[in-house]
């Protein structure tokens, strides 16, 4: 059965507050606000399409912000898990830490049982979709808290198109197909959850490996004169393996020695730049490298001349560039 609830069932002046009220028994408890010069036009409404297991709303109005606060959390408290599917305007969500921003076709997943805030912007629509913990049947929701499903392209396409037409579904099918409905509801919004959950882990994983990327690329640069330095005592830095510091290395497309090895060559060819320069083999014994002969071979290699070469080259190329200058 379809329950509709309008602003325009009640006095102007009246339905911002009308609509505190209606959210919160529709929903859970929720604090909302609306810009003072906003309220005097405020115009909203809820249409509830109920299945067995999930509760279904169409909701459109003007701009406002709900939160989900810690009083609320205690006064009202839910576990439910929320889908939220943009239908047009613009809205976000945020929870745990994470922000989604969203446009029309865009689905993110909420949790009751914590704090977020949604915000909308004018004429917002979005399909609601209100499910209890166990029908959800995922018990960790970190990574799929705050990361959005984009329902126009990949397989977010397909999904987002059969939720987007439930409620009219629900409307025009008969008592006996709607438990159908249901479960097909109800798979692909765990589905979402599942691609929503690879997809968050993921994007974790690669924040904590450029975390601690640059957290290796810290200790190298600190370390770089101490020639007993190497991929063992940068592993022993980082309190990771050998084998988890190659990984780490793996997206730098290199390994951590020749990353290492390249980072005091990098500083030893600056050095012989330098107006007042140091001899090659202080330069070499400053920057990590036992002994001048060693230095000179891999410097030769990587850069195809030795480094005295090289610092006779580069201040011949700057006293010529110097002479072109006119007086």
């Known amino acids: 059965m379809k329950k509709m609830y309008s602003t325009s069932d009640v006095a102007k002046d009246d ?12 929903y859970v408890g929720l604090e909302l606000n609306c810009c003072r010069t906003e309220r ?39 576990d439910d898990v929320f889908g939220h599917l943009q239908v047009g305007g613009r809205s976000s969500v945020v929870q745990c830490g994470h922000r989604a921003d969203l446009a029309p076709g ?32 995922i018990s960790e929701m970190s990574a799929i808290i705050g990361n ?17 037409a439930v409620p009219s579904a629900v409307s025009d099918l008969p008592a006996a197909e709607r438990d159908t409905l249901e479960e097909c509801t109800i798979d692909l919004l765990r589905a979402a959850m599942r691609i929503v959950d690879a997809s968050g882990q993921t994007t974790a994983k690669r924040r904590r490996s450029t975390a601690q990327q640059s957290r290796a690329q810290r200790v190298i640069d600190q370390r770089l004169r101490d020639p007993s330095f190497d991929r063992d005592a940068l592993a022993d830095a980082l309190g990771i393996s050998v084998r988890g510091l190659s990984r780490l290395f793996r997206s730098l497309q290199t390994s951590p020695s020749d990353y290492i090895r390249m980072r005091r060559l990098e500083q030893c060819r600056c050095a012989l730049l330098a107006p007042a320069g140091m001899t090659v083999t202080e330069i070499a ?12 071979s891999v410097f030769r290699k990587e850069f195809g001349m030795s480094p005295s070469e090289y610092r006779a080259t580069r201040s011949s190329q700057t006293l010529n560039r110097r002479a072109e200058i006119p007086a």
């Open 148 to 164: 959005k499903l984009n329902g126009r392209k990949g397989l977010g396409c397909p999904i987002v198109k059969f939720l987007g």
């Open 285 to 296: 014994l400053s920057n990590g490298f036992n002994d001048s002969s060693h230095f000179s």
């Open 15 to 26: 339905a911002f507050e009308y609509w505190a009220d209606l959210v919160c028994d529709v």
């Open 40 to 78: 005097s036009a405020f115009a909203a409404t809820i249409s509830c399409f109920d299945l067995a297991s999930v509760r279904i709303s169409a909701i459109a109005g003007s701009r406002h912000r709900a939160a989900r606060t810690r009083q609320k959390l205690s006064q009202s408290p839910s």
């Open 106 to 137: 865009d689905l993110v997943f909420y949790d009751a049982s914590a704090e977020y805030e949604i915000a909308t912007e004018p004429d917002f629509a979005a399909l609601i979709f209100q499910l209890p913990r166990p029908v959800v049947g």
